[in-house]
């Protein structure tokens, strides 16, 4: 994610004076010369060129001393143009400016662009010709002066303008003797937009957590690939870091583009002026146009003149937070832009974009987005400490409060930067006091700044939706949350998509809505400025305390439509006591339509609740039934999960043998019901009272003994959970004839499962996940898959003591299944007939401890889980099983990987991807083709595997990714034939010439604990560096991160680390300059030496050394193969496979070529 952040002190050498520019480039030049000609060409050239360019208008008299404003505008200038003419030096003002000019540069390293225009360097370095004409007169000058101190003052003058003079003629210049006026303007325009550019990028501000970002956006910057315009859209909330980010990509890469403009804070810009757009406008124009003086005062004036710009010019714009179409038309009208322009764009709003008229024109730009979310811990933390403490730690003392208020902020950018600020200074006892404050009143400036997304709103019903969601429903399924929702008359299909849109929620991978956690304060904050003393006046009660209030007092009023309380939460009040409330309380609130009494003992008659409800919550109900008279016909929603109630037939006295009533169903609008946890539930019927059920929650009911077969009569039946019901004595045999039913779960069930018959089910997710595995699936499963459902999606048979003789040798008339879990159970290879599954994507395998090999998984798989086993130690039951071999079908190309940290013990391959296998088990001829020998010392430099708890020597590995060999071993000792050596942590070298073909490369990095560190424990865990080989010649750079990120090792030893790279022709030739670079995950390690050697083909060897190496050759994603998908911008290759799925510890996921697309943008 984005931050920015302050510089820390000593980290520049800029001053106050120097980061204060108002101008780009002064001109300094003699006006009788050039006022009228090529100086006047040239300031409308960088004016042309987007540069803010100072040019004096007046007429300079001789002997005039050097105006203020002159020298104030030199000061405040980035670069300074020096026009020599004939007659400069004639003139005290521009010998003035000269001094002045080349100070700031070498004091403040001004840009200094010298101009020779029809006069020679040498002629002003001699000061000679017109330049000797001139000295003299100003010599003549000081003799006629009579004043001794004016005299005196002269003199020093001359003496400095003779020295920078002099001074100048020696800078690297242009000189115009026989040029094209064009030509050399155009090429000191190149030259400052090249020269500024660099300057730009130095003075950038710190950034947090920016990295992967500036590498997209500079990769996207540089793309070509495509011959249409380019749109790249930042989405976020507010104060999440768009506006930094895009401000530092600008600077970072305008000086490659002729014309770039940077429109910032459009909607705020718009909204407090009424002419706000137009200004833009005219902004944008003039940036990218030459300066013609447009005199309309007209929107759409201005945007026909722009629209004919854009489409005739290559140009980089950014616009800042655009808040609605009209703006985004105005500025980049709907015509086609230039197809090599790029527009970057922030905005709060994901979908505008693609929204506006541009994507209308026949030739549509191609739209790629960024989401910015928060900040990780560790960058959250950082930030805040460089606000707060001007380092980028926690000032001893200050490391709890820090890590209380980082976790507040939540990884929000401008939080962490605001509160940093405000608590710069202060005391621990200050900064306790203020975290409580802010848990009760949020920051003003920040919850303005978040406000901005939820005011751009359409509707009144999103902004309603946004205040139930931030009260009650953040970690609610987003299906039930509609269902509900929609009972209420609100719109929640179009209002979670708009709030989505504008980073106010986003949906987890498993359906639940989530909000940021200062977003959510400020929804509630919303909601406590309709009455800010008396709750009891408020639309919405999820506090608690002010619940307990409002019940205990009988304060409750017609505003409240919603209210919630958890009694387990109100520690005090149950130590004074107050333990039962009546239900008289809820008498007034007669708009009541979502209430949770949780833990609640309450009593008293339910009649006169309000019939407005649609979802009662009530853990843990204190009675052992349902209360009878409680208005239930509107009701979309019950749980009543944890509770006492013995038995669910009707609220009336309907019994549980399947009959229906004639009655008006009372809970005829009940979508779902939620009986899970409930321990004393015994039976559970009356399905007929329940027509529009579509979910149905029993998990864990844990003394059901019987579900009534009326349950057939629930025809929109989506979801029923029976889970671990482990008294259930069957399953209705009628469930067969739902036809609505997607998931049906029965984990840790008694049930024999071929009672569940095909029946008309259409849709069926079955998943058994049993931990009584005796009596859930028999040894045998052929007549057991026999009774499944042709239609299933999904399957889970994990848990059940399966081993490969269980399975029947078909399963291909599943021909719907696309999800497999196998997980738990003691199979040893992957079982056949899963190969038979047309349409399988995922394939669970974790927890088969004695799994020893996977091999031609179905083509269509996307994603293989398996567990490697990080050693070789005998397990408790006696096996020393481990994954070995991993194959696919020569048509799959595995491409990501995910969750080995530890140094594995035991030796494996992923086919395609990685190879492990013990170095001494590796044939001669392999070692000797890589030209590593006498290697006795690292074999025997063995380190640790280890799991939780044990560890064990192993033996030393090889290991083989990305057409890189490595090996990790204790010691400090490097190979003999490792040639060139270096101390620290960087080499470099040019690769000499030779007749003899260049094959390959080896590298060789020896990695120590830092002395300055203070480790605990005698071992550590050594985090393996981080390898970058780049090529200066050709531009590009591989950066290798190894497959195993840790290797465990006593504190005081050395740890080495072999690789060798096999570069070809391609990458590196004879002459070619290499750097190798060893970075550090961490600052507890440092690189105490590294070294390189080159491998040369041997004459009447090569064709047995293709033989030999042909395997490893012959995988795609390595170099000299496709790294397409591995490369982060344009020349660089981030080698990696564990990077993209690091959130999934202990497993590997093994994706193909057809993965995802979402998963490969993610991955990117």
Known sequence: MVVFGELLPGSSSSTH?????????FLSFRGADTRNGFTDHLYNALLDAGFITFLDEEKIETGEPLKPELESAIRSSRASIIVLSKNYASSTWCLEELVLILDRNRNFNQIIIPIFYDVEPTDVRKQQSSFGEATAKHKQRLETETDAKKRSELAQKMESWKLALTEVANLKGKNANGRKETELINEVVTDIHRRLGVLLSNNLPLLVGV???????????????????????????GGIGKTSLARYVFGLHSSKFHKSSFIEGVNTRCKENFNGLLELQKQLHGNISKKIPLHANDVSVYTSKIENVLARKKVFIVLDDIGSLKQLDALLGQKHLHSESKVLITTKDASLTERCGLFDSQVQPKLTKVLLDGLCEIDSLELLCIHAFKSQKPKEGYKEVSQKLAKYCDGHPLALEVLGRSLHKRDVVYWEEYIKRLKKEPYSNINNTLKMSFDTLPFESDKELFKHIACFFVGINRDLTETVLNACDINTSSGITNLVDRCLLSIRWNNEL???????????????QESPNKPRERSRLWCHEDSFKVLENKEGTDNIIVLAIDMRMLEKEKLNGSLELKTDALIKMDSLTLLHLNYVKISGSYKNISKQLRWLCMHGFHSDSMPTDLPMENLVALDMSHSNIKSFGMVSSITLTGSCSDNKKLLGSLKILDLGFCEQLCSLGGFGELPALEMLIVRNCISLIEVCESVEQCDDLVHFDLSYCYKLKMVPTSIGKLKKVKTLLLDGCNPFPSQIN???TKSLYFRINSQNTSCVIPSDLKFFTISLPRSLVRLSLANNNLSNESFSMDFSYLSMLEYLSLNNNPIVSMPSCVRTLPRLQRLYMDECKMLTSVEHPPCTLRILVVHVYSNNLPSKRG??????????????????LAGVEELPGSPFEIDGMVKIEALADVEEKILHSLGWTNLEFIKEGRLEAFTNSESTECQTQMYYEFGIFSTIYKGWRMPDWISQKSNGSSISFTIPSSPKKLQRLNSCCVE????????????????LPIIRISNITTNHTWIYEHYIEYAKSHKSDCLSFLSHWMFGENEMKDGDHITITIEQRCGVQCTKECGISVVYDEDGKNEEEEDVLGYYKSWNHIIGGDLSFFQSTTGEYFLNKTRFYRSLPHYNILGTASIDNDAIHKGR
């Open 514 to 528: 989530m909000m940021h956690q200062l977003v959510q304060e400020m929804g509630r904050y919303l909601v406590r």
């Open 1008 to 1023: 120590t604990t830092n002395s300055s560190f203070t480790i605990p424990s005698s071992y550590y865990y050594f985090e």
């Open 17 to 25: 004076d120097h980061n204060h520019h108002i101008y780009d480039v």
């Open 758 to 760: 095909k029946g008309d």
């Open 211 to 237: 990295g992967r970002h500036i590498k997209s956006i500079s990769s996207w910057l540089t793309d070509e690939s495509c011959p249409t315009t380019h749109i790249l859209t930042i989405v976020g909330m």
């Open 879 to 896: 096996h020393n099983n481990f994954l070995r071999k991993v194959k696919f079908d020569t048509d799959m190309s595995p491409l990501f």
